[in-house]
C-alpha cells in the first residue's frame, strides 16, 4: 500500500459512485480546491479529516493514514505537460509569467509570491458568449532578506 494506491483508489470510487469534489469538502470543512488536492495526494490531512473521506470513498484505517503522511509535492509526470488543460496552464505561465513576475516585483518588491500561504477560488462564471472559467490565487508575499 502507497500513497498513489490511495489516490487511485479514491479516484475509483469518486467515477463509480458519481461523487462532486465539492460535495466531499462540504463534509470536509475546507475548499472544494484544497481538499481535491488532498484526495489528488498533494496536501496532508489531520486524522479526523482523513476519516471523513475514509467515509466517503471507504477506505480502510491504513489507506486513511496514508492520507496523514506528508507527500511529495508536484505531481505532473512530464517537464512540459501534455494534458490540454494543465497544457493551457504552463502556456500562461510561458506567456505572462515575467509579466506576472514584473509587476508583482513592481508592487511588492524583490520576494515571491507563497504557494504555502495559499488559497485559491476555481468557479463558473456565466457568459452569453460561451461560460469563462474564473480562477482567483491568492498567496502571501515573501519578500528576500539581506544577510
Known amino acids: 500500500m502507497n500513497r498513489l494506491e490511495v489516490t487511485e483508489k479514491i479516484i475509483s470510487t469518486k467515477v463509480s459512485k458519481g461523487i ?15 481538499t481535491t488536492a488532498l484526495c489528488l495526494g498533494q496536501m496532508t490531512a ?15 484505517a491504513e489507506e486513511q493514514k496514508w492520507l496523514q503522511v506528508v507527500p511529495y509535492k508536484g505531481s505532473l509526470p512530464t517537464p512540459v505537460p501534455t494534458d490540454p488543460l494543465i497544457y493551457r496552464w504552463y502556456e500562461i505561465v510561458s506567456v505572462y509569467g515575467t509579466t506576472i513576475k514584473e ?20 468557479q463558473r462564471q456565466a457568459d452569453p458568449k460561451g461560460d469563462r472559467v474564473n480562477v482567483v490565487l491568492s498567496g502571501k508575499f515573501l519578500p528576500y532578506k539581506t544577510y
Open 20 to 34: 462532486k469534489w465539492e460535495d466531499v469538502a462540504k463534509k470536509v470543512g475546507e475548499s472544494k480546491e484544497w
Open 46 to 60: 489531520t486524522a479526523a479529516q482523513a476519516k471523513v473521506v475514509g467515509k466517503i470513498f471507504g477506505l480502510n
Open 103 to 122: 509587476l508583482i516585483h513592481e508592487e511588492f518588491g524583490d520576494g515571491i509570491m507563497s504557494a504555502i500561504d495559499f488559497s485559491m477560488d476555481i
